[in-house]
C-alpha cells in the first residue's frame, strides 16, 4: 500500500494502478529494440524538434523583455465633514441612512493616511540604447518607476513630469547601452492559425512564458464605448489569441515561433478564457518611432462611427446590389467629417480609390494620411454613387463624446415608440439643443422601438428612410411609407452628433 492513499475504493485502486504502471511496476520494461525504436520515431522527432523551438525562443526573447514595477499617486485622502465644521449648507451626509451617517463619522476617514498603490506590468527593448515599448496604463500616473532587466540590472525612476509624459505615452528610455533589441516582425503577415508565444511577468511571475495561436486578426469595436455597444470611433485594430495572458503580461510581447515580435500584449476578456489581444506590432512600431522623433504621436482621424456593410444585415437588406462597404453610423460634433459632405448612412466603398471593405482598413487608411490633407471618399448615397471631400483631423485624447438624455415616460405615435413636434425657439431652449431643419422628440415609449435603439427626448430627427423631415407634415407623410418589418432608418442629430438608427420590429 502506499502510504496516505485509500484504497477503499475500485475508483482509486484503479488510480494507484496507473502510478504504479508509471512508475515501472508494472509489465516487463520493453526492449532495447523498441526503446531505439521509439527514440528514433519521426513523429517523436519532430515532437522534439518543436520542442526545441519553442524552448530556443524563450532563451532568445526574455533578455529583451523587461518587468516594470510602477509606484502609483497615492489617492486623495477621504475627507467626510465632521458635525464641527458644517457650513450653512445642507450635510452631504443627510441624504445617507442615519446608521450610514454613524459609522463614517465614528470611523476617523479623514485622518486616514493616503496609500500609494504598486502596479506589475511588462515592456519591450526596442532600441539598444535604452528604449522600451509598453503599454500606457502600465505607467499611468506613475510616481516611481523601476524597470528590471533578465540580467538582474534594476533601472529606478522617479516619475518628473518629463518622464511620465514620455512614459505614459507608451515609451520610454532608461540610462543603459548595448542592450539586447527584440526582432520586430511584420505583424501584417502574421497568420491566423500560427503559434503566438507570449512572455511577460503574470501576477508578479517574471518571465514567464505561455504559447498557444493566432485566433484571429484586424479585430475591432471589442472595448464598450459611450454608445453602449455601438461601434467604437476607435482606430485600433488587434490581433487576438489564445496564449494564456494575465494581468502583468500587459506591455509584453508577443512572438511568432521565429522569435519575432508580432504584438503587444495589452487586453483579456476574463481571466482563463483564453482570450487575449494585442496591438499588432506594426502599429506599435509607428507610434514608437513617432515618440522617438518628435516626443509625440499624431493620429489622423474622420470623427465618424463606423461599421462594415457585412457586419451590419439589417442595412444591407435596405440597399440592394451593395454587399461591400463601410456605413457612416454616426459623425462626431466640430469633428473633420461634420465640416463635410459626409452624411450618416453614407456607405463608403474607397479612400483615394483604393477600395475598402472592412471598417479596419479605413481606419489604417486615414490613419496615414497627414492632418489636414484633402481625401476623396467614394460613397454610394441613395442609390448614387457620388465622391466626398474631407480633411482628416488630429486625433486627441478626449474627442467630442455624445450625450443621451433621460427618457421620458411611456407614449407611442405611429408604431416607432416616440412622438416628435416642430422644433421651435421655445423647445430648443427648453432641451438645449441648436435650431436644425427637423423635428424634435418630446416623448420616448420606454418600451417601444426608439428607446431599443436609444433615441431620447430631445433629440432632431431630420430624415425618415433618407427623405428629408424639417416640419411636421413631411414626419407624417414619410412615416405613412414606413414599414417597421423591414426596417426604418432614423436619422438625427443627438448631443450635436449626426446619427442614423435602423427602427426594427423583431419576430415574435
Request: charged share 25%; glycine share 10%.
Amino acid at each position: 500500500m502506499i502510504p496516505g492513499i485509500d484504497l477503499g475504493s475500485m475508483k482509486t485502486m484503479k488510480f494507484c494502478l496507473l502510478l504504479l504502471l508509471a512508475a515501472g511496476f508494472g509489465p516487463a520494461r520493453r526492449s532495447a529494440a523498441a526503446e531505439d525504436h521509439a527514440r528514433s520515431s519521426p513523429n517523436l522527432e519532430l515532437a522534439r524538434q518543436l520542442n526545441q523551438a519553442f524552448v530556443e525562443v524563450a532563451e532568445e526573447v526574455s533578455p529583451m523583455v523587461v518587468v516594470i514595477t510602477v509606484t502609483q499617486k497615492a489617492a486623495p485622502a477621504l475627507k467626510l465633514p465632521s458635525e464641527t465644521d458644517q457650513d450653512d449648507g445642507e450635510d452631504p451626509l443627510d441624504r445617507f441612512p442615519p446608521e450610514f451617517r454613524r459609522f463614517f463619522r465614528q470611523h476617523q476617514f479623514d485622518e486616514t493616511p493616503p496609500q500609494k498603490t504598486q502596479g506589475e506590468g511588462s515592456g519591450i527593448i526596442i532600441r539598444p540604447d535604452g528604449y522600451i515599448l509598453t503599454n500606457r496604463h502600465v505607467v499611468d500616473d506613475a510616481e516611481k518607476i523601476e524597470v528590471r532587466l533578465k540580467d538582474g540590472r534594476i533601472f529606478q525612476e522617479r516619475g518628473g513630469p518629463r518622464s511620465r509624459r514620455a512614459f505614459g505615452r507608451g515609451g520610454h528610455q532608461i540610462d543603459a547601452k548595448d542592450l539586447p533589441v527584440a526582432r520586430l516582425a511584420d505583424s501584417s503577415k502574421t497568420r491566423v492559425g500560427e503559434f503566438a508565444i507570449a512572455i511577460g511577468a503574470p501576477f508578479a511571475l517574471d518571465y514567464s512564458v505561455t504559447f498557444g495561436h493566432v485566433s484571429a486578426k484586424d479585430r475591432s469595436n471589442i472595448i464598450p464605448d459611450e454608445l453602449g455597444g455601438k461601434p467604437t470611433m476607435t482606430d485600433q485594430s488587434f490581433i487576438q489569441t489564445d496564449a494564456n495572458i494575465n494581468p502583468g503580461n500587459s506591455g509584453g510581447p508577443l512572438v511568432n515561433i521565429n522569435g519575432e515580435v508580432i504584438g503587444v500584449n495589452t487586453l483579456i476578456r476574463g481571466l482563463h478564457t483564453g482570450i487575449g489581444f494585442a496591438i499588432p506590432i506594426n502599429m506599435a512600431k509607428e507610434v514608437a518611432e513617432q515618440l522617438i522623433a518628435t516626443g509625440k504621436f499624431t493620429r489622423s482621424w474622420l470623427g465618424v462611427s463606423i461599421v462594415s456593410l457585412r457586419e451590419y444585415p439589417d442595412f444591407r437588406d435596405l440597399v440592394p446590389g451593395m454587399q461591400e462597404g463601410i456605413v457612416v453610423r454616426e459623425i462626431v460634433p466640430n469633428g473633420p467629417a461634420a465640416k463635410s459632405d459626409l452624411r450618416p448612412a453614407d456607405i463608403v466603398t474607397a479612400v483615394d480609390g483604393k477600395p475598402m471593405i472592412t471598417s479596419q482598413q479605413l481606419k489604417d487608411e486615414i490613419r496615414g494620411k497627414a492632418v489636414g490633407q484633402t481625401v476623396v471618399l467614394d460613397v454610394f448615397r441613395k442609390g448614387k454613387r457620388i465622391k466626398v471631400n474631407v480633411q482628416p483631423g488630429e486625433w486627441t485624447e478626449k474627442p467630442a463624446e455624445t450625450t443621451q438624455n433621460e427618457r421620458p415616460e411611456s407614449a407611442n405615435t405611429g408604431g416607432l415608440g416616440l412622438q416628435v413636434k416642430p422644433l421651435t425657439r421655445e423647445l430648443a431652449d427648453q432641451y438645449h439643443v441648436d435650431m436644425t431643419p427637423g423635428v424634435i422628440v418630446t416623448r420616448v415609449d420606454e418600451k417601444g422601438l426608439a428607446a431599443q435603439s436609444g433615441i431620447a427626448r430631445g433629440d432632431i430627427i431630420t430624415s425618415l428612410n433618407e427623405q428629408p423631415v424639417t416640419n411636421l407634415q413631411q414626419f407624417t407623410e414619410a412615416l405613412k411609407k414606413a414599414d417597421t418589418k423591414k426596417g426604418v432608418i432614423v436619422t438625427l442629430v443627438s448631443g450635436g452628433a449626426k446619427r442614423f438608427e435602423i427602427l426594427k420590429q423583431g419576430e415574435e
